[in-house]
């Protein structure tokens, strides 16, 4: 069997790649921002999940009460940079969810540069997510986003020397 594209393939049909915001006071630009790679299986197929988390390496698997399913779940950024990116460069998908992973790759690359602290960065990493997902649901626009980074930026400018 060729695990590599059997992954690439379920993924396909059953992944998600998503980068979420939350806002957090505490942050530089005042949004967290979260990359993550999912996939979600009905519990009497959690052995496909178990294949893709001794695959990567990397990730957790953890009951998802919203539809009782199994997610295999990616978050760490240098995992998703040094496991998760890679592999989808190696086995492309094929639907129009690849649009979905070519800007998530960008996110993640961006935040592991540390992008994401600045505002330039952050304006670019919401470019990008907005094009992601265009059925899904969002909390927050990206002129919300963006926003609440301008406030944070004018409130902060004296406590910080005028960085951004």
Known sequence: ????????????????????????ASMRTGWDVRPSFSVSQN?????????MLDYFG???????????????????IANLVG????????????SAKRRDFEAFA?????????????RDGLQE??????????SGRRKFTADQILEV????VIVSASSNGGKT
């Open 149 to 152: 980074q301008d406030l944070k």
């Open 58 to 76: 990397c990730g957790t698997l953890r009951p998802d009460r919203s539809d009782n399913t199994i997610k295999f779940e990616v978050r760490a």
């Open 106 to 118: 960008v996110v993640c690359r961006l935040i592991a540069a540390g992008s994401h602290l600045s």
């Open 83 to 94: 496991k998760v990116v890679p592999h989808f460069e190696a086995y492309p998908l094929i």
């Open 43 to 51: 519990g009497d197929r959690q052995e496909v999940l178990e294949l």
């Open 125 to 134: 990493i919401v470019g990008q997510a907005t094009m992601m997902n265009s």
């Open 1 to 24: 069997m060729d695990l590599p594209s059997y992954i690439s393939g379920y993924a396909d049909g059953e992944g998600c790649f998503n980068v979420s915001f939350c806002r957090r």
